[in-house]
């Protein structure tokens, strides 16, 4: 290191919603966000073109996650809205047990 300094900047571009829908990185390589009617994150394209979907339930929540290599990740929720399973994209599933108060007092792990 000579002591000089080197000046990298990541921008972003917004949509009329103040939602990030760009991101160009220092490389020179971008990164796309798209989103559904509800403004979640529906999308992102990575440098390479590489498509990630998201689904989400009627409450707005994440249930899966669909990769550019085919594999998905699913997300499953109880009706108080706490996190039940998380399934990988292996098909490994994570369980949560919560206590009356909604806080998690167990965690299975596969």
Known sequence: MNGSVVEETTGYVY??????????YPDGSTTATEYDMAGNQAATV????RRTEY???AYGRLTETYHPDGTVE???YDGE????T???SLGRTTR???DGLNRVVRTDYP
Do not use: F
């Open 15 to 24: 949509d009329v919603n103040n939602r990030v829908i760009e991101t160009r």
């Open 46 to 49: 990575d440098a390479l073109g």
């Open 55 to 57: 689904s989400y339930d």
């Open 74 to 76: 699913y997300k499953t």
């Open 81 to 84: 809205g706490n996190l039940r």
């Open 86 to 88: 998380e399934t990988d």
């Open 96 to 98: 949560y047990t919560y």
